[in-house]
């Protein structure tokens, strides 16, 4: 395991619970249509990766599917296995997946990608597990001026020009995957044919620029390291420059957040 996939694994090890307060309550709104991307139905044989605390997993499963979830941090499956103890949850890297050969009809993963340390290999490894025939569908956040619940701390840290941090590993672009040309190439490197790229889009409100910073350091690993590691005087002036960013947000009763994602699914060959 490289350095950026350590710092990724320990992070969210961190940040299980305070993803939970805000950001799960975001990636849930994206779910079924991830699910219905990947042609989810009654009998299908489904891996969510990267499962987090199993709300995709147990989506599927309501639909009749035979679900598993995976997921490297066990803080995140404690949460999936008290909140839904029926289902099948497993501690397994995205980059290394205990299942057979096309073990799965579709595999579906939210918001994985801006997480790995090497995106067009663990494609790969999906594509290995799944089926001749079978599905990949996947999110990753649209670009910072649509995206703006993140776009705001993205600007914020532009704004400011910090340091980087001396103890952030290098990882690939976030956005890496948000233009439709970069989703559909890392599909058909793998295999798969007939990408789609589509984008989810809607409006989340929360109560104050308060709220929304504290779910952005509490339930973010990369760029809540990007302010968290800068010196207090730093901090303080990416806080001012985030609220400067957020302040078009304000509607008088808290925020109306804009929220993009982009959704990629493709199909292997087969029968």
């Given amino acids: ?15 299980a619970t305070g993803y939970d307060r805000l950001l799960a309550r975001i990636t849930d709104k994206v779910v079924d249509h991830l699910l219905d991307a990947a042609e989810v139905t009654a009998g299908t044989r489904l891996l969510d990766v990267a499962c987090g605390y199993g709300h995709a997993t147990a989506r599927a499963a309501e639909r009749g599917a035979a679900a598993t979830g995976v997921d490297q941090s066990p803080a995140m499956l404690a949460l999936a296995r008290a909140r839904h103890p029926a289902l099948d949850f497993r501690e397994a890297a995205a980059e290394a997946l205990p299942f057979g050969d096309g073990s799965f009809d579709a595999v579906v993963s939210n918001f994985l990608l801006p997480h790995l340390a090497d995106p067009a290999a663990t494609v790969a490894e999906l ?14 956040w649209d670009l910072p001026q649509h995206a703006r619940f993140v776009g705001v701390l993205v600007d914020a840290l532009a704004e400011v020009g910090p340091i980087a941090p001396v103890d952030l590993p290098a990882g690939p672009p976030f956005f890496g995957y948000a233009e439709r ?9 793998a295999g798969f044919a007939a990408v789609e790229v589509t984008t989810v889009a809607f409006t989340h409100r929360v109560a104050s620029p ?32 985030f609220d400067r960013q957020v302040a078009p947000c304000a509607d008088g009763e808290g925020l109306s957040l804009p929220v993009s994602a982009k959704l990629a699914a493709g199909r292997l060959p087969g029968p």
């Fill in 127 to 140: 594509a290995r597990v799944t089926a001749p025939g079978g599905r990949l569908a996947l999110t990753t």
């Fill in 1 to 15: 395991m490289d350095a950026f996939s350590r710092f990724e694994q320990a992070g969210w090890q961190e940040k």
């Fill in 181 to 189: 040309e970069s989703a559909i190439a890392l599909f058909r490197a």
């Fill in 210 to 241: 308060d709220e929304l910073w504290a779910g952005l350091m509490e339930g973010t690993v990369r760029m809540s390291a990007q302010v968290l590691s800068q010196p207090p005087e730093v901090r303080e002036r990416i806080r001012a420059a």
